[in-house]
């Protein structure tokens, strides 16, 4: 079983930086990507940014890209995001996500395994 545990979150002014981690733990963790996701309130969740976990590949919502850059440590299996040029529409609770799954996808029922999220408030 893969546990994942967020952290990083709080206030930010808008313009301003934050970066999460999400730590991953388990017998056996190799998952096929890994994923953050957003929910803000009375707001369905939403994709922010996925990557491959072998190979490194990203894939970026429109609404973040060129702000938010996803990494990866492999040693620590730990993810990343680092959340640059914030704006207010991005305060939401984070939440990661592993995928075991061979296919490309940003649907969160696609996603196996769920941290329990870290709040983001950005105040403008």
């Known amino acids: 079983q893969v546990q994942l545990v967020e952290s990083g979150g709080g206030s930010v002014q808008a313009g301003g930086s934050l970066r999460l981690s999400c730590a991953a733990s388990?017998?056996?963790?190799?998952?096929?990507?890994m994923a953050w996701f957003r929910q803000a309130p009375g707001k369905e969740r939403e994709f922010v940014a996925r990557?491959?976990?072998?190979?490194?590949?990203?894939l970026y919502a429109d609404s973040v890209k060129g702000r938010f850059t996803i990494s990866r440590d492999n040693a620590k299996n730990t993810v990343y995001l680092q959340m640059n040029s914030l704006k207010a529409e991005d305060t939401a609770v984070y939440s990661c996500?592993?995928?075991?799954?061979?296919?490309?996808?940003?649907?969160?029922?696609?996603?196996?395994?769920w941290g329990q999220g870290t709040q983001v408030t950005v105040s403008s």
């Open positions: 388990g017998r056996t963790f190799s998952p096929y990507a």
């Open positions: 990557l491959s976990w072998n190979y490194g590949n990203t």
């Open positions: 996500a592993v995928s075991h799954r061979a296919i490309r996808t940003t649907v969160p029922s696609e996603y196996d395994n």
